[in-house]
């Protein structure tokens, strides 16, 4: 049976189309150096919510390229999208899979986020082995060019606070010496979130703020991004994701609410009203336990010393302790000196129904609050605490 001319002239058209696609200027291309091993891949990854940004093995692969021997790589398969699109690519040691993501170092960081608009080809040159650190673009667009700069800010901010940093974390003084430094390091990445224009930029930098998803720290952070960009992004779905993370309901009190009413157990088998106790000036809600190496530090070196100068012209304490043993409690808060402020604990342990109900997890933490129970500043410490404390009462 012989060909049809239809069949002939459809079976040309198919295979001139597929021509001019192979032939076509990639989309996406670049050249890498300081390979060191043949068969490199370099996977391009498509974050299908807010969740997935910068975080190891959830964003999708939508395509792979092999490195040319001489560097070089292209990728066509890009999202059938008109919007702008944030996508990563990843170049992959032997034997990851293509969405695993180095996160913790940026100096080794093994991928780099960039904004995809259909119609504007990237061309990208980077080192294999320092991907995000070394990453360049031709002609940069304005969202890629903040990219780079949220990125460099990053690297510095790392370098500054905690690149080559080794803290005794069993020492209470040097575990609380590494959380303001990594706060010092979120700071740079939060600041460039607030000032920025651009929303995937602003977001980048948000999930680079805590790869974990883990804002208690900071969660005014999160309300402030959500209120930025609601205004004009509010159809976004990662905006619409922020939003649903910042309710007040799945954070901790903020700075600017009123502290809950809450009826405490005191150690001494009373029970008080947190309205009831607050000092005419200030009062810490103190978060605590016995086990706790830099609670415990923080009660002798700066909680007893505050107290003995303050209370008597206004400043409060009402601690709260994650306790499930009684006796180790009063025990730590005779040794500490704490006894002479207002304890209390459910002596439910990490169950405690107080901390539940101010949505916190972490210890230490505090609360500072104003005469009237609004919280002014919190999870201040050593001597930010004694700063902000003497202030108040130098006024």
Same mark, same amino acid.
């Given at each position: 049976?012989?060909?049809?001319?239809?069949?002939?002239?459809?079976?040309? +058209?198919?295979?001139?189309?597929?021509?001019?696609?192979?032939?076509?200027?990639?989309?996406?291309?670049?050249?890498?150096?300081?390979?060191?091993?043949?068969?490199?891949?370099?996977?391009? +990854?498509?974050?299908?919510?807010?969740?997935?940004?910068?975080?190891?093995?959830?964003?999708?692969?939508?395509?792979?390229?092999?490195?040319?021997?001489?560097?070089?790589?292209?990728?066509?398969?890009?999202?059938?999208?008109?919007?702008?699109?944030?996508?990563? %690519?990843?170049?992959?040691?032997?034997?990851?899979?293509?969405?695993?993501?180095?996160?913790?170092?940026? +100096?080794?960081?093994?991928?780099?986020?960039?904004?995809?608009?259909?119609?504007?080809?990237?061309?990208?040159?980077?080192?294999?082995?320092?991907?995000?650190?070394?990453?360049?673009?031709?002609?940069?667009?304005?969202?890629?060019?903040? %990219?780079?700069?949220?990125?460099?800010?990053?690297?510095?901010?790392?370098?500054?606070?905690?690149?080559?940093?080794?803290?005794?974390?069993?020492?209470?003084?040097?575990?609380?010496?590494?959380?303001?430094?990594?706060?010092?390091?979120?700071?740079?990445?939060?600041?460039?979130?607030?000032?920025?224009?651009?929303?995937?930029?602003?977001?980048?930098? %948000?999930?680079?703020?805590?790869?974990?998803?883990?804002?208690?720290?900071?969660?005014?952070?999160?309300?402030?991004?959500?209120?930025?960009?609601?205004?004009?992004?509010?159809?976004?779905?990662?905006?619409?994701?922020?939003?649903?993370?910042?309710?007040?309901?799945? %954070?901790?009190?903020? +700075?600017?609410?009123?502290?809950?009413?809450?009826?405490?157990?005191?150690?001494?088998?009373?029970?008080?009203?947190?309205?009831?106790?607050?000092?005419?000036?200030?009062?810490?809600?103190?978060?605590?336990?016995?086990?706790?190496?830099?609670?415990?530090?923080?009660?002798?070196?700066?909680?007893?010393?505050?107290?003995?100068?303050?209370?008597?012209?206004?400043?409060?304490?009402?601690?709260?302790?994650?306790?499930?043993?009684?006796?180790?409690?009063?025990?730590?808060?005779?040794?500490?000196?704490?006894?002479?402020?207002?304890?209390?604990?459910?002596?439910?342990?990490?169950?405690?129904?107080?901390?539940?109900?101010?949505?916190?997890?972490?210890?230490?933490?505090?609360?500072?609050?104003?005469?009237?129970?609004?919280?002014?500043?919190?999870?201040?410490?050593?001597?930010?605490?004694?700063?902000?404390?003497?202030?108040?009462?130098?006024?």
């Amino acid at each position: 049976m012989s060909t049809t001319p239809l069949k002939i002239i459809t079976s040309l +058209i198919l295979l001139v189309l597929s021509l001019t696609a192979c032939n076509s200027p990639a989309a996406i291309s670049g050249t890498l150096t300081g390979l060191d091993k043949e068969n490199t891949k370099i996977y391009l +990854i498509q974050p299908e919510d807010l969740q997935h940004v910068a975080a190891s093995y959830l964003g999708k692969v939508i395509d792979s390229a092999i490195v040319n021997a001489d560097g070089s790589f292209e990728f066509h398969n890009l999202p059938n999208t008109k919007e702008s699109v944030l996508l990563e %690519l990843a170049v992959q040691p032997t034997g990851k899979v293509g969405n695993y993501l180095q996160i913790n170092d940026p +100096i080794q960081a093994n991928y780099m986020p960039i904004v995809w608009q259909s119609g504007e080809p990237i061309q990208i040159s980077a080192r294999f082995d320092e991907f995000q650190k070394s990453f360049t673009l031709e002609n940069p667009s304005d969202l890629n060019s903040a %990219l780079l700069a949220v990125r460099d800010i990053k690297a510095e901010a790392y370098q500054t606070f905690l690149a080559n940093q080794h803290w005794n974390v069993e020492d209470g003084g040097e575990l609380m010496a590494k959380e303001h430094a990594s706060l010092r390091y979120k700071t740079a990445l939060i600041e460039f979130a607030d000032s920025t224009p651009y929303l995937l930029p602003a977001l980048v930098a %948000l999930r680079w703020v805590s790869p974990e998803n883990d804002y208690e720290r900071v969660p005014e952070f999160l309300v402030n991004q959500c209120t930025k960009w609601k205004e004009n992004e509010a159809d976004h779905p990662w905006v619409k994701q922020l939003c649903e993370k910042s309710e007040p309901t799945n %954070l901790p009190v903020l +700075i600017g609410d009123k502290f809950p009413n809450t009826q405490l157990p005191l150690l001494s088998k009373d029970t008080v009203y947190i309205k009831d106790v607050l000092g005419k000036k200030l009062t810490i809600i103190d978060l605590w336990a016995s086990w706790c190496a830099p609670c415990r530090l923080e009660n002798r070196k700066v909680l007893v010393p505050l107290y003995n100068e303050y209370h008597e012209q206004g400043l409060q304490i009402v601690a709260y302790a994650l306790e499930s043993d009684e006796a180790a409690w009063k025990t730590a808060t005779k040794r500490d000196g704490a006894d002479r402020w207002l304890q209390s604990s459910d002596l439910q342990g990490d169950d405690a129904p107080f901390l539940k109900k101010i949505r916190v997890r972490t210890i230490p933490a505090n609360f500072i609050l104003d005469s009237n129970g609004v919280v002014i500043a919190k999870n201040l410490h050593g001597q930010d605490l004694i700063n902000l404390v003497r202030s108040s009462f130098e006024k």
